[in-house]
C-alpha cells in the first residue's frame, strides 16, 4: 500500500463513487477533519495523519478526503477537494477552521451554498456578530428582522433547548463587503438540561442562504452527521485509532479503502445488524460479500444474501 500514489489512489475513489451517488442538489455536504491517531511516521510521534472528509449526509456517502498537516491544514485541503466535486445546488457546512474567505470563494463558484461556524479564531469578524446578536437581545430585537424558531429534544438521559434566530447580512454592511456570497448570520442558543448540571452555549454561523431559519437550522443539524455516520463508525467498528501504519502513504492508502467498505457495507439493503457483525459476514460468507463488493456496479446480476440463505435451505 505503500507503493500506491495516495492522489491517483483518490482520483480512482472519486470515479467509483461517481457509480454510487444521485445528485447533490439540495444536500447538505458536511467538510470536517479527523485524525488518525495511530498512524504516524516513525520519526515523528507527536503528527498523525490528519483527513479531510467531505460527507453527503443523506446519502451517506463520502465524495472526497484529503490528506493536510493537522487542523490549520483543513481549509486549503477542503478548497482543493470541493473543486474536483459536481456540487450545484448543494449546501456545504463546515466547523470553525473551515469558515474562511477560501471556502467561501470555493462553495460559491461551484454554485453551491454554505453555512460556516463562526468562533473566535476569525477575530474582529467574531466580535461584531457576537455584539450584534448581545445588543439586539437586550433591546428584545426591536427594530430588527429576525426569524426564529424552537425546538426541543428529549432522549439518553438529557433535554436539549435549541433556540435558533437568522437575520439578513445586510445589517452587517462590513461583512457583506468582504465575505463572499455572504446573506445571513445566525445564531443559535443552547440549553442542555441532564441530572447533574445545565449547560449553556451561543453559537454563530455565517451563510449565503437567505435567512430562512428552518433551512439553517436544519442544515447546522445535519452537520454533526459526519460525526456520527462517518468519524464515529470508523472509530468504534473499525478501531480506526488502534492503526499502527508507520508509513503515511500506507496508513492514507489503507485508510481510503477502510471508507470504502464502511459505506458499502452502510448500503446493504434490508439489514438490521451492526457494521461489526456485517463485517464478519463477509468474511465468512463469499456470496454476502460478492453481494457487498457488487453494491452500486451496473448490469452486475447478483442475488442478496436473504435469497442466497433460502436457496441453501438455511432459512425457509
Known sequence: MAAVEPQAFAACFRAWVEALASALKGEVIAVDGKAIKGAYAAASRTTPLYLVHVWATEQRLLLGQQAVGGAPGESPGAAAVLKLLALHGAVVTGD???CTKRIAQTVVAQGADYVLALKGNRGAVHTHVQQFWRVAAAQDFAGVTVRRMHRLNT???RSEERRSFA?????????VQRWPGVASVILVERVRHTA?????ACHYYLSSLPPKVTTLHHAIRQHWRVENDLHWCLDVSFREDHCRIRDLRAAENVALVRRM???LLKRQPEETVGIPIRRLRAGWDNAYLVQVLSTGLRNYKTISYRDYLVARGRIS
Open 261 to 263: 467498505a464502511l459505506q
Open 155 to 157: 432522549g439518553h438521559g
Open 96 to 98: 470553525a477552521n473551515l
Open 196 to 200: 447533574e448540571h445545565t449547560q449553556q
Open 167 to 175: 437575520v439578513a447580512a445586510t445589517k452587517f454592511p462590513p461583512l
